[in-house]
C-alpha cells in the first residue's frame, strides 16, 4: 500500500498519521485511515464546547493510546468511540466494516445513555459496571476510556462551572484510581492534578507557586545529585540511567491536606530514579546509596519483594542531601521501570508477559474480583466506595504468623484481613491478635504487624461487620455468607424492615394495591421474586433508605390517581398584606417568617397556621413543609400565602461560607458588604478541615433578587470558595 497522506485528510489526522505509518505495517495503516474517515463523514459538522470540529477529541484519544504504546485496534477503536453514542452509526454496521473485535470494543466505551433508567444515580452505576464488565473481557476497553476522559480533562475549561466539578470528582473518584490500579503512572498523575485544579483551585495555585519557589531556590540541586550519583554507582553497577523527577501536585495536595502536613515537611517532593539491569544490581545501589548519604529512619520501602497490588516494584528510600535538602531515591531494573510508568500498557508498548498468558491473566485477576463483590449492588455508592477504598494508593503489607504476606489497602482491619487470606477464614472469624496481642474487631492493621486470626466452627459473621469492613472484598463475602445461609431470617427480617420504613414514612397501602405496589418496586431491583427481594434488604444488598425517595414518588402518584384535587377556596387573595405577605382568606393577620427557612421575597411560600402565633411563612421547599399536604398530619392548617407586589420590608438571610482560612478574610468579606450598603447582624467562624474555616453570617435583604447579586459579589473575595444560603 502507498503510505503517502490523502489530500483529503485533515490537519489534526496528518500529524498523528505520520507517527501511526512508523508504527504500524501498511495493512494496519489501511485500517486506521477507513476508520478515521468513517468518523470524520460520521461527526461531520458536530462542534465541540470549544468549537472545534468534535473529529479533534477522537484524534486527541488515538494519540494518547499511540504514546502508551497501544496496538493498531485500540487506535482503530478510539477514531470510532463516539460513533455510535453520538451519532446515527449503529454497532451492527461498526461490525460490518472493521469486525467483531472491533465492535465488542466500541460497545465496551460506549455510554447507556439511551437505555432507559429511572434516575441519573442508577444510570451511573450501570454505566461504571458495563466498564467493568468490558474490562473483565478485554482490557483495552478502561485504557481507551482512560485516554478519551483524560482528553475531557484537557478541554474542561469550555464547560460550565457544575459540569466541571461533577466531570473531575468522578476523574477523581473512579477513573484516577483504576489508572493507578492498572499501573500507568502518566495517566493517573495528570488525571489527578487536571481534578485537583478544578476542585480546589486555590490550593492548587498555592502549591505550584511552592513547587516554582522550591524550583528556583535549588535549581542545581537534582542535577548536581545526579552527577554525584552517577560518578559513584558506575564504578560498581556500570551503565545504571539515572533520571529525576518532582512529585505532581495531587501527591502534595494529599499530603498537605489529608495528612495536616506543610509543605516542607513532604520529604519526596523530589526524587532520583535510578534503572539497572538485574534484582541484584538494585540491592548493590542501595548499599552505594546509603553510604553517600544518611537515610531518614523508617523511609525505606522495598517494593521488589512485596510489590503493590497493581504489580509496581521499586526499591524506596529517602536521604538527605546536601544543604539538608531531603529527597527520595526510586531503584529499579527496567522491566520494572516499563511496569511502573505504562502499568498494563507496557503488555503491548514492551510485549512484556506476552510470552506468557499466565502473568498477564493473574495481573487482571482483581477485576473478575470486583465484579463478583458488586453482583447484588444495585448503589453507584457502593460501585463508588469500592474503587476508592480498594484502590488507595496506599497498600499495607500485613504478615501471617507462617511469614505469608498479605497486601491490602491502607485503613483496612482484621476483619478485612481475615478475608483476604479466605472467605472460611473470615466467615468463622471470632477475633485477632497483632503481634501476640488480643486487639479490637475493629482495629486497623499497619505494615509490618503480624496478624493471627482466631477462629471457631461453629461461629458466623454478625451484621454489623458490614459497618466495619473498608474493602468490598470483606462486604460481599459477609452479605454472600448471609444470603446463604440466612434466607429465611433475611427474609423475615427484610419484611420487618420494609414495614418499619412504609409507617415511619406514613405510606399506607392494604391488600392487592400493596401487593402490585411492592411487585414492581421489586422489579425495578431486578429480583425474581418478592423472597428475593425481601432478602436482599434482610442481607443488606438493598438499601430502603436509598430506595425511600423513588416510594414516596411512586405512592404520591397513587394518591394523586385515586383523590379529588385540592380545591382552592378562594378565588382571589385579599390586596392588602401584613409583613408584605398577602394570606389567603384573612386580612392583614399577624405574620411570621420561619427560621427554619428564612424566606425572602421571590421564594414560594406557604403558611401554616400556628396556634396562638398567627401564621408561619415557609419556603415550599422548606424541609418541614410536606412534599404532599394531604399526607401531613393536619392539612388543614397549611394555607396558601403570596407576596405583596410591592414589599417595603427588609428580611434578614443568613449565609453559609466555607473559606480556605487567612488573616484578613473577615475584613475583606465586611468590606465587600459595606460597599453594597447591606447590614450584618451577626458573624461568628469556625474551623473547618485542612486550613478551611467556615463563616456564618446573617445579613438584611430586602429580596432573592438582592440577595443574589450580595452572594456573586462576596464569591469574587480570595479565599472563598463555597456560599450556601441557610436557616438559623
Known amino acids: ?58 484524534i486527541a484519544v488515538a494519540k494518547i493510546l499511540l504514546d502508551l504504546g497501544m496496538d493498531s485496534v485500540s487506535i482503530i477503536v478510539a477514531l470510532l468511540h463516539d460513533t455510535v453514542e453520538d451519532t446515527a452509526i449503529g454497532l451492527n454496521k461498526i461490525e460490518e466494516m472493521f469486525g467483531e473485535e472491533v465492535a465488542t470494543l466500541v460497545d465496551g466505551v460506549t455510554k447507556l445513555g439511551k437505555v432507559p433508567l429511572s434516575t441519573k444515580e442508577e444510570q451511573q452505576a450501570e454505566n461504571i459496571r458495563k466498564m467493568l464488565l468490558a474490562m473483565s473481557v478485554d482490557i483495552r476497553v478502561i485504557i481507551i476510556k482512560l485516554a478519551d476522559r483524560l482528553h475531557n480533562m484537557r478541554t474542561l475549561d469550555f464547560m460550565r462551572d457544575q459540569k466541571q466539578r461533577d466531570k473531575a470528582l468522578e476523574t477523581l473518584e473512579i477513573y484516577a484510581p483504576i489508572a493507578h490500579r492498572l499501573g500507568i503512572r502518566a495517566i493517573k498523575e495528570e488525571l489527578e492534578d487536571l481534578a485537583i485544579s478544578y476542585l480546589d483551585p486555590i490550593a492548587y495555585k498555592e502549591i505550584g507557586e511552592s513547587l516554582e519557589i522550591s524550583k528556583s531556590s535549588n535549581e542545581n540541586f537534582i542535577s548536581d545529585t545526579m552527577q554525584k550519583i552517577q560518578t559513584r554507582i558506575d564504578e560498581t553497577v556500570p551503565g545504571a540511567h539515572i533520571d529525576g523527577r518532582v512529585k505532581s501536585i495531587h501527591g502534595i495536595y494529599r499530603k498537605m491536606y489529608f495528612q495536616n502536613r506543610d509543605f516542607d515537611e513532604i520529604y519526596d517532593i523530589y526524587a532520583v530514579r535510578i534503572i539497572v539491569e538485574t534484582v541484584i544490581d538494585c540491592y548493590n545501589c542501595l548499599g552505594i546509596i546509603h553510604d553517600m548519604f544518611h537515610s531518614l529512619p523508617g523511609r525505606f520501602k522495598d517494593y521488589i519483594s512485596t510489590p503493590k497490588s497493581n504489580m509496581y516494584q521499586s526499591l524506596h528510600t529517602t536521604v538527605i542531601g546536601e544543604g539538608g535538602v531531603p529527597f527520595e531515591v526510586q531503584i529499579r531494573t527496567w522491566e520494572m521501570h516499563y511496569t511502573a510508568e505504562y502499568g498494563i500498557a507496557a503488555h503491548w508498548k514492551y510485549k512484556l508477559g506476552a510470552n506468557d498468558s499466565s502473568k498477564f491473566e493473574e495481573r487482571l485477576s482483581w477485576i473478575r474480583q470486583l465484579l463478583e463483590s458488586q453482583n447484588d449492588s444495585e448503589d453507584v455508592e457502593d460501585i463508588v466506595r469500592t474503587i476508592k477504598s480498594d484502590f488507595v494508593p496506599d497498600d499495607v503489607f500485613v504478615f501471617t504468623p507462617k511469614g505469608d504476606v498479605i497486601n491490602i489497602p491502607a485503613g483496612a482491619t482484621v476483619i478485612d484481613f481475615a478475608y483476604a487470606i479466605h472467605s472460611e477464614v473470615g466467615n468463622h472469624m471470632v477475633g485477632a491478635k497483632v503481634d501476640g496481642r488480643i486487639v479490637p474487631i475493629d482495629y486497623k492493621v499497619k505494615t509490618g504487624q503480624i496478624v493471627e486470626v482466631l477462629t471457631s466452627a461453629n461461629k458466623g459473621p454478625s451484621r454489623d461487620w458490614l459497618k466495619i469492613v473498608t474493602t468490598s472484598s470483606a462486604r460481599s463475602k459477609i452479605r454472600n455468607w448471609f444470603k446463604k445461609e440466612r434466607r429465611a431470617e433475611n427474609i423475615v427480617e427484610g419484611k420487618a424492615e420494609l414495614e418499619r420504613e412504609f409507617r415511619r414514612n406514613n405510606i399506607r397501602l392494604s391488600g392487592e394495591e400493596l401487593d402490585d405496589f411492592l411487585l414492581k418496586l421489586s422489579e425495578r431491583q431486578k429480583c425474581k421474586s418478592m423472597d428475593d427481594f425481601y432478602a436482599a434488604i434482610g442481607y443488606g444488598s438493598i438499601s430502603i433508605n436509598r430506595l425511600m425517595p423513588l416510594i414516596k414518588e411512586d405512592y404520591y402518584k397513587i394518591l394523586k390517581a385515586s383523590e379529588k384535587p385540592e380545591i382552592n377556596i378562594v378565588k382571589e387573595l385579599p390586596s392588602r398584606s401584613s409583613e408584605g405577605v398577602i394570606v389567603e382568606g384573612v386580612d392583614n393577620c399577624l405574620v411570621k417568617f420561619s427560621r427554619c427557612c428564612n424566606p425572602l421575597p421571590g421564594d414560594d411560600i406557604i403558611g401554616f397556621i400556628t396556634r396562638g402565633h398567627g401564621v408561619s411563612i415557609h419556603k415550599r421547599d422548606c424541609n418541614n413543609v410536606p412534599k404532599y399536604i394531604p399526607l401531613a398530619n393536619e392539612p388543614e392548617r397549611w394555607i396558601n400565602v403570596k407576596w405583596d407586589k410591592e414589599v ?35 458573624l461568628n467562624t469556625r474551623q473547618s478541615k485542612m486550613g478551611k474555616c467556615i463563616i456564618t453570617m446573617t445579613i438584611t435583604v430586602n429580596g432573592v433578587e438582592h440577595l443574589n447579586s450580595v452572594i456573586k459579589k462576596l464569591e469574587k473575595t480570595d479565599g472563598v470558595l463555597n456560599i450556601e444560603r441557610s436557616g438559623v
Open 648 to 682: 417595603k420590608e427588609n428580611f434578614k438571610s443568613t449565609l453559609s461560607i466555607d473559606c480556605i482560612d487567612r488573616i484578613g478574610l473577615i475584613a475583606d468579606l465586611s468590606s465587600q458588604l459595606a460597599s453594597m450598603h447591606v447590614m450584618i447582624h451577626s
Open 1 to 58: 500500500m502507498d503510505n503517502k497522506i490523502d489530500n483529503n485528510f485533515d490537519d489534526f489526522y496528518v500529524e498523528l498519521r505520520k507517527l501511526i505509518v512508523e508504527q504500524f505495517s501498511a495493512q494496519e495503516v489501511e485500517a486506521i485511515d477507513k476508520a478515521y474517515n468513517v468518523a470524520n463523514d460520521a461527526h461531520y459538522g458536530q462542534l465541540r464546547y470549544s468549537g472545534q470540529p468534535y473529529i479533534v477529541h477522537p
